[in-house]
DNA sequence: TTTTTTTCATAATGACCGTTATTAAACCGG
DNA sequence: CCGGTTTAATAACGGTCATTATGAAAAAAA
C-alpha cells in the first residue's frame, strides 16, 4: 500500500555513480547528484540515506559493473597472463568514458577533509582487497612454478596495483588510451619468468 | 612607513604547503590554512591573495624545497639511474613525513568540483612538465646508446611518472617505506639496457 | 606631535553545503 | 469511496565555505 516511486532507482544509483567517477566524493555535491539522477533531493535521500551511503552503494555498484575483469584475470593459467590481463582492461576501463575518465577507486578521494575520511579509508580498504586477492593469486604461481621462488608476490601485487592508480591519474590528467597502452607493453616487459614461461624448454 | 608584519611570511606559508599536503586543495579550508599558520584570515588574502594563488604558490615552494632531487637525477649519466634515483627518493619523499604522506602533486587535486577545475589542471601541467623533463632526458639516452634505439622514451617517462604517482596514491593509504621500496625494486628489475650497460663489454 | 600608511583583529557578507520539516498528491485495502 | 500509507515537491534548516568591510593599533614620515 502506498504511493509508487516513480524514478528508477538502478538509473538513479547509475546517475550518482558517474557523478561521483568524475568528480570523487568531496567534489561531487548533491545538487549535482540529484540534477544528474532527475530526481528531487528528499528521493535520493529516501531511497539511500546520506551521501556516504550513496557513495558506498555507488562503490559496490562499479565494482560489480565494470571491474568484472578482476575475477576474470585471476583465473587465468599463468602471473603474467592475470597482470597483463587487468593492465590492459584497466587502460581500458581508465580511457573508455571520455566524460569520466579515470577510476572511481582513485578519483573517489586520495585526500581531503576530515568529514570525508571514513570514505577516503573506505577506498582504502577497497584497493587494498583487490590488491590482497592479487597477492595470493602470485603466491599461488610461485607454487605452480610460474613465477620464480625469489619472487616476492606482495611486492609484485603492490607494483601491478601501483601501475593501474598512476595510469587512473594519468587517464584523469588527459592521457590517451594509445600512451597508456605503452606504459602496459613497457611494465609487462619487466615481468620476471619462472621455470616454464622463459621459453618452451621445461617439460 | 607603516606597520611591520607580524609574523613570518616564508614559515606561514610552509604552514599552508602541509596543510595542502595532507588534506589536497579543496579539502583544506580557510579556516584549517589560517590556523595552521597561525594568522588570522586577512593576513593570509593580504600576503597571498586567496585560496588557489596561495596554493599556486605552496606548489612553486614544494617544487623547489622538496623536489630538488628531479634536477639531480636528470644529471645522473644513465637512464636508469636516473630512473632509479626518481623513483628512490619519491618514496623517501612520500613517507618522510608522517602526518602528510604522498605527494602534493598528486593529492592536490585527482578529481574534484568544477570550482577546482584550474587548481586541478595547474596540477595536471606540473606533473606533465616533470615527465617531458624525463622524456627529453631519455631521447638523449638513445643518443647515447644508454638506451636501445627501439626504446619509446615517452612511454618510459609515462612509465616512471606511473609508478611514482600509484606510489604517492599507496603512500597516502598508509603504505610503509619498505613496501614501497620493493616495488621499486621489482620496477626497476628489468630495466631495459643500450650496447654499454648489459655487461662490461662494449668499448 | 601629528599625519599618513600599513597591518591587525573582529565580525559580517552572500552563497552553497548536506540534511529535513512540511504539505500536497498518488496509491492500496477496506 | 474513504482511511491509511508512501512518495513527491517546495522550501527551509543550521552550518560552513571563501572572501571582505570595518575600525583599532602600530610604525614611519612630516
Given at each position: 500500500m502506498g504511493r509508487h516511486r516513480e524514478f528508477d532507482v538502478e538509473k538513479a544509483l547509475d546517475a550518482a555513480l558517474c557523478v561521483f567517477w568524475r568528480k570523487g566524493y568531496e567534489g561531487s555535491s548533491y545538487t549535482d547528484l540529484t540534477e544528474a539522477a532527475g530526481v528531487e533531493r528528499p528521493a535520493l535521500y529516501s531511497a539511500f540515506g546520506n551521501k556516504e551511503a550513496l557513495f558506498r552503494l555507488a562503490l559496490a555498484r562499479y565494482s560489480e559493473r565494470f571491474l568484472h575483469y578482476i575475477p576474470e584475470a585471476l583465473q587465468l593459467p599463468t602471473a603474467r597472463q592475470v597482470a597483463a590481463h587487468i593492465l590492459v582492461n584497466a587502460v581500458d576501463l581508465n580511457t573508455r568514458y571520455p566524460d569520466h575518465t579515470g577510476c572511481l577507486g582513485i578519483n573517489g578521494a586520495v585526500a581531503g577533509s576530515d568529514d570525508a575520511e571514513p570514505v577516503r579509508q573506505a577506498l582504502i580498504d577497497f584497493r587494498a582487497a583487490g590488491q590482497a586477492q592479487l597477492r595470493e593469486r602470485f603466491e599461488r604461481a610461485k607454487t605452480e612454478g610460474?613465477?620464480?621462488?625469489?619472487?616476492k608476490a606482495d611486492a609484485l601485487a603492490a607494483f601491478v596495483m601501483a601501475l593501474t592508480h598512476g595510469m587512473a591519474v594519468q587517464a584523469k590528467a588527459g592521457f590517451s588510451r594509445e600512451m597508456l597502452e605503452a606504459v602496459v607493453e613497457q611494465a609487462l616487459s619487466t615481468w620476471p619468468t619462472g621455470r616454464s614461461t622463459l621459453s618452451e624448454t621445461s617439460s
Open positions: 610460474d613465477l620464480p621462488e625469489t619472487a
